[in-house]
Structures are given as structure tokens and as C-alpha cells.
Nanobody, 126 residues
């Protein structure tokens, strides 16, 4: 599956932003999806994941309660709603996909994902 991330930009701290990741190709509903981010000089880290069915979600600790991952299997799109943004959320955000046999599995490790979007830059000013 091919992924196209969008929605990044410059935003003030405390504001909100929604990222989208549009998938092309068949069988999008067979893929678990994840969002990762990479800040300058840091390793890529898991931000949020969602199962094929959308019924299971997981979040990195620092974004719990502020970010929400969701998906629309009709539109072949996964979203990351980001509220109460902080300067430390500044990073390039990537979406990723991996086909899973379970409808409820979350994939946490970056090296387990098979398909990646190109990344979208989020900059949060203080």
C-alpha cells in the first residue's frame, strides 16, 4: 500500500492540528496503521497505533489524552488529531502500515512496518 501524509504545519503551543494519511491500493482494511515522529537529532519514535478494525488504539505516554488516532476504511485514510500541542511535539510525522492477520493487533515497532509515507513536518512554537 502507498501512503501519503499531509496536514503538517506551524502552530502555536496549545493549539490543534490534524494529520491525514491517505492510502492507495487494495485491502486497506487489512492493514494496521501507525504514526511515528522524528525530531532533529533523535530516533524515530512510536506515537500512536490503530488496529485494522479501528477498535484498538495505543499511544505513546507523552501524547495520551492529547492525541487521537482514527481511521476511515471507506476513505482509506488514517488520522491523527493532535490537541494541546507542545513545542516538544515538533517533529516530522510519518504514517506507516503493516498487514496483520488479527483485526485487533497493534504494531509498535518501526521495523515491523512494511509501508511508509513520506512524512509531514509539524512545528509547534512556544
Amino acid at each position: 500500500v502507498q501512503l501519503q501524509a499531509s496536514g503538517g504545519g506551524l502552530v502555536q503551543a496549545g493549539r490543534s492540528l490534524t494529520l491525514s494519511c491517505a492510502a492507495s491500493g487494495r485491502s486497506f482494511s487489512m492493514y494496521a496503521e501507525g504514526w511515528f515522529r522524528q525530531a532533529p537529532g533523535k530516533e524515530r519514535e512510536f506515537v500512536a497505533g490503530i488496529s485494522r478494525s479501528g477498535s484498538t488504539t495505543e499511544y505513546e505516554e507523552s501524547v495520551k489524552g492529547r492525541f487521537t488516532i482514527s481511521r476511515d476504511n471507506v476513505k482509506n485514510t488514517v488520522y491523527l488529531q493532535m490537541n494541546s500541542l507542545k513545542p516538544e511535539d515538533t517533529a516530522v510525522y510519518y504514517c506507516a502500515a503493516r498487514m496483520t492477520s488479527s483485526r485487533y493487533s497493534i504494531v509498535f515497532a518501526a521495523n515491523q512496518y512494511t509501508d511508509w509515507g513520506q512524512g509531514t513536518l509539524v512545528t509547534v512554537s512556544s
